[in-house]
């Protein structure tokens, strides 16, 4: 428990709490005392030993919950706690076994306990920069055997016909791998964020700009709101002012004329060909259960943001059941919007089926017009209808037919995802996990409009 100890108090002092030696070993004589097994009272200890002062308290509780908590397990529910001592990856159970086959099928405690080990031996610790997770994500897979998974995965992929366990087993340790791979990333992306130090702050807008928007925590979302208003603003200044150029490109010489009349005929007022046009609207589909709920928050920031240079924009969210927040975003801040939709409309089980159908009905005289669609969300639709048929209609109606999706694509099509289904539909189809990313759609949205 001393080394978790440690690492705590560094994520304090790294978030502006001052912690001295001495408290350090007054939290680890109270926690001896008092034992670990109860969260509460392990939080209540710790808080009481190492937070002097209101404002530290609160930075307290926000890295506490930070701290002694993992990211979601794949089926929505909270994944296991920091606890000691955490297991070496696991050694082969036979001659030919990997130690991450061995992992498969494990709960995801043991995972996470798994990869938390690999990763300090790896030394994790030591990553001083965010550019570095590649190499660190890279350095954990290696301490969990990967070089060996890939092995038995070739050598299933490769078993003759008939053959036990197979090919069968070869695709199913793949996409377990793939999965894997993921978990690892994000536990990288994590431990950076939680331990930088002084050193990297300058660089922070850097890192919040590249991280996975689902691995923000609850302090970064103020931050990362004035990342996305600033981005905006640039976006539409620029697009702003090449529309307005472009305006003044033709000279309309009838008017022009008429305006010199005032002045014997010279032409003193020239006057310019401005086209009137009604753009098409833009329509948002924005899934906000689960994880998904903090891409969706940003990509509606983003659109919302670019008002003055985007198509009049339709927004729409879902869980359970399809709901238009259009009004919400016109009589509220973005902001407050955001939090009204996700509280008003966030619960129940995925349905991207019912989703589909009810947006293809309330959006027809739209997409018949020209509208452009944008669909945000994991295609993850818990085994039921996907409708299709409602998809591609959509997509054959609309101008341009968008779906950004925060997995990679080789997490398409397993489990319950529609992805491989649905991109058959799409104009296009774009992997967004980080604010970086939703830029580069909004740039490439504003150029093409």
Known sequence: MERTLTDFVRVLRNAGVRVSPAETLDAASALALAGYGDRELVRQVLAATLAKTIDDKQLFDDCFTRFFAWPESADGAPAAP??????????????????????????????????????????????????????????????????????????????????????????????????????????VERHYLLFAGAQARELRESVLRSARLSQLEERDLEQITRIVRR????????????????????????????????????LFEPRWKSRRRDRPALIALCDISGSVRAYARFLLLFLYGLGDVLPRVRSFVFSSRLAEVSELFAQ?????????????????????????????????????????????????????????????????????????????????????????????????????????QLERFADDLLRRD
């Open 332 to 436: 509220h801040p973005p902001e407050v919007a955001l939090a009204l939709a996700q509280r008003l409309h966030g619960g129940g089980s995925t349905d991207y089926g019912a989703a589909l159908r009810a947006l293809l009905e309330a959006s027809g005289r739209e997409l018949d017009g020209g509208a452009s669609v944008v669909i945000l969300g994991d295609a993850r639709n818990n085994r039921g209808d996907p409708a299709l048929a409602a998809l591609r209609e959509i997509g054959r109606r609309a101008r341009r037919l968008v779906w950004l999706t925060p997995e990679p694509e080789s997490l398409w099509g397993t489990g319950d995802s529609e992805m491989l289904r649905y991109r058959g539909a799409c104009s296009e189809v774009r992997v967004v996990q980080s604010i970086r």
């Open 231 to 266: 981005i905006a603003r640039r976006l539409a200044a620029r697009y702003a002012t090449r529309r307005r150029e472009h305006r003044r490109g033709l000279l309309d010489v009838p008017r022009t004329l008429r305006a010199g009349v005032a002045h014997d005929g010279l």
């Open 82 to 187: 920091r606890s000691e001592p955490a297991p070496a990856p696991l050694a082969p159970a036979a001659p030919g076994a990997t130690p991450l086959a061995g992992l498969a099928g494990t709960d995801d405690a043991a995972l996470v306990l798994a990869i938390d080990a690999a990763a300090r031996g790896a030394g994790i610790d030591a990553m001083s920069s965010f550019t570095q997770r590649g190499l660190y994500t890279r350095r954990t897979l290696e301490a969990l055997g990967w070089q060996a998974l890939q092995e038995r995965i070739l050598e299933l992929e490769q078993a003759p016909p008939g053959a036990e366990p197979g090919r069968a087993a070869g695709l199913a340790l793949k996409q377990w791998s793939d999965l894997l791979r993921e978990r690892v990333r994000e536990h």
